[in-house]
């Protein structure tokens, strides 16, 4: 519970729609402050604002023996050895009738929820935007940049898989361009409701923007239908809290179907997965370093001392939320990175930008055509760079981005299970990576835009 005091600051009254933006736009700081996804709002005279916060993301536990997800795998392990001991006959009906379907069915749910909340993370984002002038300036130029950093990472991981596997040593050029620019095409959407129905993460994304943009647009005249679609989405978010209680079901399937078949073989492949995701996290961080050093003249030793704390409690948590106040403090508090920018920027970013997905993406397609032999041609590197852009910038979870991923690409989604039972091994590592690459181009994209206390910033140098 946080209070605070003063006249009300309900962001759903039915008041002037720039005094609305600007209530959303406190609530929102107080949210993410506290690592909250929604928060519930209580006016309490005689000037009290009492706020409920909520989060279905909440920081994993400290110690990783106890996290749902190490169990989960360790279960399916003794599971999986388990009925390697059933009759032929048991064993096919418990892996192919019973954990198969059970498997698919929490995958596709677990993908379907986040289209929505992806839609209305979006919308209710933008439209926290005074008028579209604003959206010109400051909105498309920061959706350009998420989609530039998604094609970067992706580079630099294709670039590290070319070393890590042996596919690459096989390398056909053929090269099917009218599938890759069909799936450009794609990602506008021909109808409001296809989107949903067919849960397109990508199309989803533009129809968010699109109608975040109208609203801006229309201001007072759709104010209630602004109130209603914040209050849809406190809704939602508190459903996926409830949906999320099933993920540790994918681990612990996958890893049960993988060893009750005896593909034990495959658990060990995934060390060239593990192995990519630390060194591309590594590269990518240094790299951003020295960018943000060189454009903002900030030392790295200074931003490295002003950022590990909350790098270190990602990393020691396993959670981007769990860091998200200490991220915010410093980029604030050491840089003097405006408050305005960051109400704006860090819904925007935690909707669009995601770059340790991008890594594990990327990643995952190339080990996946190692483990089920598909050649790797330059179409299948164009392909998957432009999927894993698409995907990074709609954020529908790692498990429905694999899923779509190895559709498109022609390969089996029944591998997506094993790359959420290794995601154990790199989950605080990758949580650490995200939380301090975004801190990084937070700090960066407010310089650029003029967004940075000055006083403040010269301060960094000098220190």
């Not at 009218?178 to 129905?197: K, M, N, R, W, Y």
């Not at 067919?198 to 229309?218: A, H, T, Y």
């Amino acid at each position: 519970m946080a209070v605070i005091p003063g006249a009300s600051l309900d962001p759903f009254k039915q008041g002037k729609s720039a005094e609305r933006r600007n209530n959303q736009r406190k609530f929102n700081a107080i949210s993410l402050a506290q690592t909250a996804t929604t928060v519930t709002y209580h006016y309490a005279p005689p000037g009290n604002n009492l706020l409920s916060i909520h989060s279905p993301l909440a920081a994993a536990n400290n110690e990783i023996l106890m996290q749902p997800m190490v169990q989960a795998v360790i279960l399916g392990i003794i599971a999986g050895l388990v009925c390697q001991l059933l009759p032929p006959d048991l064993k096919s009906f418990v892996i192919d009738d019973l954990a198969s379907p059970v498997l698919s069915t929490v995958m596709d749910l677990l993908g379907g929820i986040m289209g929505p909340i992806i839609f209305l993370s979006l919308v209710t984002s933008i439209n926290l935007l005074d008028n579209l002038d604003e959206f010109n300036n400051l909105g498309i130029r920061i959706f350009k940049r998420f989609a530039l950093i998604a094609l970067f990472i992706t580079l630099v991981v294709v670039a590290v898989s070319a070393v890590l596997f042996n596919t690459l040593r096989n390398y056909d050029a053929d090269l099917d361009l009218g599938l890759a620019i069909q799936l450009l095409l794609d990602v506008i959407p021909t109808s409001i409701v296809d989107p949903f129905v067919n849960n397109d993460m990508p199309q989803l994304v533009i129809l968010g923007v699109l109608m975040g943009v109208s609203l801006v647009l229309l201001g007072d005249r759709v104010k209630g239908l602004a109130t209603n679609l914040e209050q849809v989405k406190i809704w939602a978010n508190e459903f996926m809290s409830i949906v999320l209680k099933l993920s540790p079901l994918v681990p612990f399937l996958s890893v049960f179907k993988l060893v009750g078949e005896g593909d034990i073989s495959l658990l060990v492949m995934g060390w060239k997965y593990v192995a990519g995701a630390y060194i591309c996290a590594v590269v990518c961080m240094v790299i951003k370093f020295v960018k943000v050093s060189y454009h903002t003249q900030v030392g790295i030793t200074k931003l490295w001392r002003s950022f590990k704390p909350a790098m270190v409690e990602a990393f020691a948590t396993g959670s981007e939320g769990a860091a998200s106040k200490k991220s915010k403090s410093a980029v604030a508090t050491d840089f003097g990175v405006k408050h305005d920018f960051s109400d704006l920027w860090l819904p925007l970013s935690q909707a669009m930008l995601a770059p340790s997905t991008t890594v594990l993406l990327t990643l995952a397609a190339f080990q996946c055509a190692e483990m089920s032999g598909t050649p790797i041609s330059f179409g299948f590197i164009l392909i998957l760079v432009i999927l894993s852009v698409e995907l990074s910038l709609a954020c529908p979870g790692l498990t429905a981005s694999l899923t779509i991923m190895f559709s498109s690409l022609g390969m089996s989604t029944d591998y997506v299970g094993f790359f959420s039972a290794y995601n154990v091994l790199i989950r605080n590592m990758q949580a650490g990576f995200a939380v301090t690459y975004r801190m990084l181009e937070h700090l960066e994209e407010a310089y650029v835009l003029d967004a940075v206390d000055g006083g403040a910033l010269l301060e960094g140098v000098e220190n």
